[in-house]
DNA sequence: TTGAAAGCGGTACCAA
DNA sequence: TTGGTACCGCTTTCAA
């Protein structure tokens, strides 16, 4: 700390000005070559002049630069991304960040190969296993069914790639990292808002692709955990489970509508929330029961708007593209480990703040990605 | 578009292996010298050879080898940040941000020179005119008071200096660019909230500091239009100024209480909360009155999980820097000219997702940070 | 207007 | 076990 005049201080942020492996060298009087092999424990260098060489290193503020590296390696870093064809509204800007990502990236060419299969957990595994042997050093994917996925992530590692999950997970794998949004917390803040909303009680719903998705479980849980602690006003009924099929969603909730007691509110925790909302129309119940969604695509813009849905809960698809491939090329490039684990907080999207998120929607935008 | 097998589709990202400057070069038979020249558009080349090269360069597919350039260039971007010592659960986590996502920086040294004055509007035009001499690039800044601070960022964009402002904006300035929370929105959230938990109606008040910053303003404006349309059932008391004194705040919400009607709902549109919590308190109405505030610091936890706070708009500083950093970054490393304002989405923080943005209160996380 | 060549900071090979 | 050096692709200076 470095006071400068009376009330007005500095603080210098750089420790020093950061070394090369020529001042390491210099400084001890021994050539580059050998530091070179001290400092990436290569064969032929004494102990002793290793430890001398990384004690200096360490001493000069070492960094190797990334762009030398890469250069005399002529390294590409090849990264691929394996995500569904299906829900576009989500994995596109998904992709969109990555890409985003990958231009901002200096002093290493990124060599994106973005693949697609059908829809989650169909095809997926096929073409991981169909890809092993092309050529690249990390892999960004969205694991459908972690159960099925979880030998291909497997032999993905022994094959020495980095692999990073987004948007879900397959917990006990050998994946790097994974980005994703808190879907416990989802689930929680869709119990809470509607607590907020029926102060009066009333039953509530939760309508999913599939439980066996680790992200759509986490989310009933922590939505049924929120009911009982910020709404216990409010009951559960039993869970709807869509499997991702528009058709199935719809004659689900029109079920749902015919059998007392009738909903007094319904989370939606996927993207494929239009089915239930046409039902809900027909029935004349749109705007009549409060209505959680997730994610945000044109088509739900109108009905927020005239709050026929109370809110959506979004979850950040830019962002969480953008921030796996910031995770993965970090790792790849300068071998810094991620945490396990990053989750990012979904934005709940209200009609006041609907418009912030729109523009993203066409294109992507740092704005709201980033932040 | 190339498609793999039945139902699984590839998406190749590069077109074929990308030529050098040496291939060019070597296929037109010239030197490359004159091949860089051309490609950039440098003095010296006649437009006939340029002409040549271009359509060569398109031919053969010419990729700039990044490494190679941040290599030669070896840049070194040096970056001022001024921010005030005051408001630390605000100004630190920002600080956190710029330096997360200068050390993410891949290919350019980057310098930090964190700056600071006692207080907005109080030493930073002094700080800034000490060092206008000082060498740097670009420089990160929150203005206070910005009819003051005008000719001082004139000054420094004479300089050549890139200004990008965060947190607030100096309008018609000469900045490059602001990066900022969108003030009017967040005060639409806030009567948009209030409005769910109050159906039956009643008088809300809106406490800030001082209407005459532009920040304070729009979340009046956004707070009062949001009323209007979408809790049309709640009347707003006159706005009541703190000028950032807690004792003020404090006493002004004592008198508020005293006078009727007394109000349903509050809004404090600034993170100077505290002292109306506890006035609040002492008349034994917190828990009773709906309140929303403004930013997360500690003392803010509690309330908000024993849910004597409904919730509170997070404004996100760590993101901030995060994004001010990346934007100024791009532009004094590639030219890249950003948009002249970014807005971004502020958290609505709940119970249900406090948990998530509590880790970032005490250190950078890029969990929150960046989404 | 153009060509030739020196280096940026590492890596890797060959000689000592 | 070490030192010396060519080279990765591009930018830039100096000479032609």
Redesign the interface.
Known sequence: MLW??Y????????TSE?AGIKEIAKSLGISIGTVDRALHAREGVSPRTRAKVLKMAEKLNYKP????R??KLN?RVRIAVHLP?QIQSFFDPLRDGVRAAAA??????V????????RLGE?DV??ME?DVARHFDGIILTPGNPAAIGTSLQRLAEHGRAVVCVASDAPRSSRLACIS??AF?SG??A???LG??L?NGGAVVFITGDLSTLDHADKLR?FAS?LAT?APQLSLLPTIESHERPKDAYQATLDLLARKPRPAGIYISTANSLPVLQALEQKRLLGEIQVITTDLFPELIPHIESRKVLATIYQ?PF??G??AF?TL??FL??GVKP?PS???????V????L???LNHLSGPD???G??
Chains 1, 2 share one sequence.
């Not at 630069?65 to 030398?68: E, F, G, K, S, T």
């Open positions: 400068v005049g009330n007005v201080s500095a603080v210098k942020q750089t950061p630069n990334v762009a030398a890469s250069l390294r064809q901002a990236t200096l002093g290493v060419t060599d994106l190969d973005f693949r697609t299969y059908p095809g096929e073409l169909a949004v808190d917390v929680g803040i119990a809470e808002l907020m909303r102060p922590g929120s910020e950040r962002t969480q953008k921030v910031e090329i970090r490039v300068e945490p990053t989750k990012l907080a979904p934005h709940i209200l009609r006041s703040n418009g912030l998120f740092e704005s709201v980033a932040g």
